[in-house]
């Protein structure tokens, strides 16, 4: 399955960086769009006490179908899978794949005017908290898949990896990427060095 747009929230359910894929579902033209906005505030009201029951739910990997408003104000129809993550340190992030449904409308239309948006869509940005810890090494959006290895350990330890690389893995166990080489571990450490 193929989603249109990854994104990574904190604790609080705020975006954690911004997402050119989701302002592009949403067609949105600012930058800094919805970092560290209230991902709910994005999602239609009718399928917002929804959304916070499928967030909370956090015992397996799910699904769920809602609407999200773009920036004309039109509805747009979204299946949301998410899996909920545990950092090294406690701290709790959510990563949200979106993948856009088609309710045999066609292709939704852009906003007509470049300043429609802002009028129809007014999201408030909630400040950053400083004691929340990002699990992205960096600013760019959770279409990043990295990770940190030790290459100087002999079963070169993982010692750090970005949200999206930790959805494909699954959660740091304590082993190294020696661990997934199939075939001459020894070329792929000479690389690495």
Do not use: K, Y
């Amino acid at each position: 399955m193929v989603c249109d747009a990854v994104i990574t929230l904190d604790g609080g359910c705020c975006l954690e960086a911004p997402s050119p894929a989701l302002r592009a579902l949403l067609f949105n033209t600012s930058p800094q769009a919805f970092c560290g906005v209230a991902f709910s505030e994005l999602v239609c009201d009718a399928d917002r006490g929804r959304f916070r029951g499928f967030i909370d739910d956090f015992v397996r990997p799910q699904c769920i179908h809602v609407h999200m408003r773009d920036a004309s104000g039109g509805r747009v129809a979204v299946q949301l899978f998410h899996t909920r993550l545990e950092g090294l340190l406690g701290q709790t992030s959510h990563v949200i794949g979106i993948r856009e449904e088609s309710e045999g409308q066609g292709t939704r239309e852009p906003p007509r005017h470049p300043h429609e948006e802002a009028r129809t869509l007014d999201v408030q940005h909630s400040a950053f908290s400083e004691d929340l810890v990002s699990l992205s090494s960096g600013v760019s959006d959770c279409l990043e898949c990295s990770c940190t290895i030790d290459v100087n350990s002999d079963p070169m330890t993982l010692l750090e990896c970005s949200p999206c690389f930790t959805a494909i893995s699954g959660p740091l166990q304590g082993g190294g990427m020696r661990d997934w080489i199939v075939g001459d571990a020894v070329s792929f450490q000479n690389w690495l060095e």
